[in-house]
């Protein structure tokens, strides 16, 4: 199966058209699809437009927001619906640890990662997406310090592959963590397969 990750769009609707027109069919945004709920529609229907299965966390800038792409244009937000496609199971969770109008606490953060996990762990392969970065890996290189449950999540449940973004400065950068690929993604987006 072949999908496109992308995260930090933050309203640009130039970059979500020119995205929509070259992803793959499944879709994958790692939050952040606006600023502050601001410039929603134009952002998501590009990719709703040419019939694109779309899965998606919140942001940290995403707050309102979220519940209006699930309704207007009925994508799965895998925080709250976790899916399996072509035996690939997608779960996740969205929002921050430390800054903007959704935050989450790592308590919380892990308990969503840990119900998602419990709804496709029968999955063959297992995608993981968050907006958050892991704790201890590149993508903390001069930045935000990661999350603890993000790093505590990949550890015991050991998906195949763990999306990421919310550090604009590491996109396309990559780490691993035992088995597991963590693939920090952007507005460029990144294509994948497993």
Not at 36 to 61: A, C, M, S, T, W
């Amino acid at each position: 199966m072949k999908f496109t990750a992308i995260s930090d769009l933050h309203g640009d609707s130039k970059a979500a058209l020119a995205l929509a027109e070259k992803s793959e069919n499944t879709v994958v945004i790692a939050g952040d699809i606006t600023t502050f709920d601001r410039e929603v529609y134009y952002v998501i229907k590009p990719f709703v437009n040419r019939k694109k299965q779309v899965l998606f966390v919140p942001g940290n800038h995403d707050f309102v927001a979220a519940r209006s792409f699930e309704e207007k244009y009925a994508i799965k937000n895998i925080q709250n619906y976790p899916v399996i496609y072509e035996d690939v199971g997608f779960f996740g969770c969205g929002g921050g640890t430390t800054i903007g109008p959704n935050l989450i606490s790592e308590k919380d953060m892990f308990e969503y990662l840990a119900k998602g996990y419990e709804k496709i762990k029968k999955a063959k392969k297992k995608i993981m997406i968050t907006h958050m970065h892991p704790k201890n890996t590149v993508m903390e290189r001069n930045f935000f310090q990661g999350s603890s449950a993000v790093r505590q999540a990949i550890e015991i449940f050991k998906p195949d592959i763990h999306i990421c973004g919310h550090i604009h400065e590491t996109e396309g950068f990559e780490d691993k963590i035992g088995n597991t690929r963590v693939i920090c993604t952007g507005k460029r987006g990144i294509l994948l397969e497993v």
